[in-house]
């Protein structure tokens, strides 16, 4: 059976935790869709790593990671993460499974994602600038390079007629200030390097791993609202990141699917551009960012900060069926006095608790309910009766408001500072 890890708000929820914590009761960890855009943090042993492509069970030592075909992979980028982990002492060559059908993004869908942004003006999107919609868009425009495609012998030349088109689309876009045979060495070195690995039919693998009742657990990246079809368009990044990406992403049925477990902050952050009603640009933002860190695991940039959205994480949670809920960096609301939490909005003067279609284009109000905060220090609690009441008090209405039972409550970055409920 499969069960899914996935974000309910604008990513950096904690995946990369929860699945490392989660990955002893697994045989495979699979990520179905993103790519380096994403940056799963892991903490354990005193050390720290963060992963962009690769799935967050790799330094578990029995577990088989897979990058199902629904992702995107910079070859570069991707070497230079799994050199990381080799130095680490982790066996990645064993523990790695790759996709044949995962898409290549290549130097040119870099450059052509900031010669878009930078064509945007003030309605840029905020990418990271990983190349990840150019990819996408060559999948879906059928232009594509896949890994599999990397073992052709004609793959040189797939390789020039794709960056020849993409470099019109870029001279278009009036951009020139790159040097393409600079970025293409480290390219070709980091393809030579992945025919070392392995590249299979990871639908077959799967698939084969379902039948003799090996258990998996699918790895999401970015979060439900930041997804193509739900999330706040265009303010989204370029892949199904609800549970629907889940079989398409990795090439299994959907009665294969278990659980599906939905991890979400404690309250809200988000990077980059777009609608974020609950947002806080005070000083409760700023205490926000500064006790919870929230600076990019990718790029480094502030993260912008807010109280928890109900009416969002309730949408997420219709959107992709979460049986249980996983509520992350509760600790860093200890001390900021009462909490509030958006329970409705009032978009046009009208009261909803829709998510709006033109969230980009109406002013939405939140409305707010206040809740006892607390002040004591959650990182060394390890079992939920000994958690303060108020706070205990918090995760209760959060679980009846949003409809769905709390599993895990994480107290802080590390993986022993977490509680089971
Ligand atoms: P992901 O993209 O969903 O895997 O999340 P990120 O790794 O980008 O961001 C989550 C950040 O919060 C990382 O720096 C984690 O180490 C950290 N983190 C995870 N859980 C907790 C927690 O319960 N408390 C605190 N204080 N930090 C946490
Ligand atoms: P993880 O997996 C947070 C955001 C970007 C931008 C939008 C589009 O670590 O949670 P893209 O590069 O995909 O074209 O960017 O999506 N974004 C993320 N925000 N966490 C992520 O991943 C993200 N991946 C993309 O900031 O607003
Ligand atoms: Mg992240």
Redesign the pocket.
Known sequence: MVDVLL?LQ????G??KIVDYLTPNYDIVARFQ??P????SLHFNGKKFVLNTIPSGIFRESCVNVIGNGVVADPVRLKVEIENILAAGTDVKSNLLISKKAHIIVPTHRIL?IANEASKGDKK??????G??PTYMDKTGRNGLRLGDIISSNFEQQYRDLVNKHLKLIHNLNYFDFDLEELEKPFFEALEFLRTFKLIDSEYYLNNALSQNKKILAE????SL?DIDFGSYP?????NTTAGGVCNGLGIPPRAINKVKGIFKAYCT?????PFPTELNNEMGEKLRKNGNEF????G?P?RTGWLDLPALHYSVMINGVDELIMMKSDVLSGVGEVKVCTSYRVNEIPTSQMPFDACNVEIEPVYESFEGWNDDLTVVRNFEDLPLSFRNYCKEVSVRSDCKIGIVSVGPDREETILC
Request: glycine content about 30%; overall charge positive.
């Open positions: 974000g604008w990513g950096d929820e995946k990369g993103g790519g855009n994403a940056g799963h994602d999107i905020g990418s990271t600038l990983r990840i919609g999401g990246a970015q979060g930041l303010y989204v990044t370029s892949s988000r990077v980059g551009s777009g990019g695991a990718t790029t940039r993260r």
